[in-house]
């Protein structure tokens, strides 16, 4: 049963597990100025303090339009199991797959749990756990820290780097010194695949453009080359003859 409870009472020490999304917030902002808050807040019992998990968006959102109090509904006593809780139900709840994996490293790293009785409890393969655990594993703390901020696209991260990792031996460094130079920059998906197309087969002059955060002028090189069959850029030719 949800109920009312102080705004300012919720613990946040989950927030950062939580991706940010600044235009979904934006537009719930003005979606709660008119109607409110519409679904309780989620969170689990601990001794007198409420834990948030689920509503973090709301929250800040709420915390805008200087509100006291909040409809929130409690999962439990037990972080543990509020948490597997949550994750039993992320589909609902919109838990994507990197938020899904910051609770399992929780649940594996501080609550003791194994994989075999995380996927137990959750009705997955023992694969489906560890391919979520593995995501955190190879990701930088410093990316980590941009993704989950909403200062890198997600999607760039998940679809394209992580396949330069696999399939073009680009090591994790390579990576977390490209996200952390275009990182706020207001890029779109098609921008960065561009860049990193650059960045990891393009020669140092175009890296060290990138480095200094000037990537204009990389971009404009970038779309004047002919486009390879599967999408990817041509690397051939003129291409990278002004940049040697």
């Known amino acids: 049963m949800a109920h009312e409870v102080e705004l300012s009472g919720l613990d946040l020490r989950y927030e950062s597990f939580r991706l940010k999304q600044p235009a979904l917030e934006e537009r719930l902002l003005a979606s709660m100025a008119q109607r409110g808050i519409e679904e309780p807040l989620e969170g689990v019992d601990v001794r007198q303090t409420k834990v ?25 006593p037990d972080e543990a199991a509020a948490i597997l809780s949550l994750l039993k139900t992320s589909n609902s709840r919109a838990l994507g797959i990197l938020e899904q994996a910051a609770f399992i ?64 031996g680009v090591k994790a460094e390579e990576i977390e010194e490209f996200v952390l130079a275009l990182s706020g920059r207001g890029l779109s998906v098609r921008e960065v695949e ?8 393009g020669p140092e002059s175009f890296r060290e453009e990138i480095r200094k955060g000037n990537l204009a002028l990389p971009l404009e090189r970038m779309r004047q080359v002919p486009r390879a069959p599967m ?10 003859a002004t940049w040697s």
Not at 60 to 74: E, H, I, N, Q, W
Not at 231 to 240: E, H, V
Request: with cysteine; net charge positive.
């Open 194 to 201: 561009q860049l990193a197309h650059g960045f990891f087969r």
């Open 52 to 76: 948030l998990l689920n509503g973090f968006k709301r929250y800040r959102c709420a915390r805008k339009l200087r509100l006291a109090t909040v409809p929130y509904c409690s999962l439990g």
């Open 105 to 168: 490293a929780e649940l594996k790293n501080v609550r003791g749990m194994n994989v075999a009785e995380i996927a137990a409890e959750l009705s997955r393969s023992k694969s489906w756990v560890s391919m979520r655990l593995g995501l955190l594993v190879e990701m930088s703390a410093k990316v980590r820290q941009q993704l989950f901020t909403g200062a890198f696209p997600v999607y760039s991260y998940m679809y394209l780097l992580r396949q330069f990792m696999r399939m073009n």
């Open 231 to 240: 999408g990817a850029a041509s690397l051939s030719g003129c291409c990278w």
